[in-house]
């Protein structure tokens, strides 16, 4: 069973794809910093099935104990296969006066952690010979959003960890991309007013918002043989908000 690490798996979109890949038959090892009584029951559920959901706790931020996570889940499951880099977190706010106590807690969460992780987890993916890497990035990123200056400015820097880091790992069969989803319902998005929902909904090409489900089925995409040859990219899941 190919195993995949996957961060931030507790609810909303972390979730969603963790039931997605245990159901495609990968074993899905969730961390978050706690679990939750819809990830446990997400588990059960999948029990007997083609694939494994387990949870392991871990408070990303702690970067010094990352390695020692990949050791932990390592030991108990086998090499990784893949990451699913999804875990962050969406602060908004305007630059000007936001503490720079909660600047530094979201580029250490939605970047830094990342990227040890990341170096972490590769080490694993080179005793198969092969692996997949996807980074959740988001399209604001490329669009820009008032309030959320340094949120954007994470993901963006997924972007170019990503392109960089396919040719890195390219020579070692490891593929790395990203999907971007537009605004989707979820807990980052629960404080828009419906008017503000209804507004995004309206200028996409399909005239709806994205699903937690359409961004899980992307990254089950990106994990399967039929990627094989695709890597670099980021693959973007908003019904049409950027075309």
Do not use: W
């Not at 931030?8 to 890949?21: D, K, V, Y």
């Not at 990949?70 to 969406?90: D, M, P, Q, R, S």
């Not at 909660?102 to 080490?123: C, D, G, P, Y």
């Not at 309030?147 to 392109?163: D, H, I, M, Q």
């Amino acid at each position: 069973m190919r195993n995949i690490l996957l961060t931030g798996g507790s609810r909303g979109l972390g979730l969603a794809t963790a039931s997605r890949l245990a159901d495609a038959g990968f074993g899905v090892i969730a961390v978050a910093r706690r679990s939750s009584d819809a990830l446990e029951a997400q588990i059960a559920s999948c029990a007997g099935g083609a694939g494994r959901l387990s949870f392991c706790a871990h408070d990303l931020s702690d970067t010094d104990g990352l390695g020692g996570l990949v050791a932990k889940v390592t030991g108990e499951f086998g090499h990784l296969y893949g990451i699913v880099n999804n875990a962050g977190i969406g602060t908004s706010g305007i630059l000007a006066t936001m503490p720079n106590a909660q600047i530094e807690a979201l580029i250490r969460l939605n970047v830094i952690s990342v990227i040890m992780l990341t170096k972490h987890a590769v080490r694993s993916m080179m005793v198969g010979g092969a692996g997949r890497i996807v980074n959740i990035s988001s399209i604001v990123s490329v669009t820009g959003y008032s309030g959320l200056s340094v949120y954007s400015a994470s993901k963006a820097a997924l972007g170019g960890f990503t392109r960089s880091l396919a040719r890195e790992l390219g020579p070692l069969g490891i593929t790395v991309n990203s999907v971007a989803p537009g605004f989707i319902a979820t807990e980052m998005t629960g404080e828009m007013t419906a008017p503000q929902i209804k507004k995004i909904a309206s200028r996409s090409a399909l005239k709806r918002m994205a699903e937690a489900s359409d961004v899980a089925g992307a990254v089950a995409f990106l994990l399967g043989d039929a990627a094989r040859n695709i890597t670099g990219t980021t693959l973007t899941v908003d019904a049409g908000n950027t075309a």
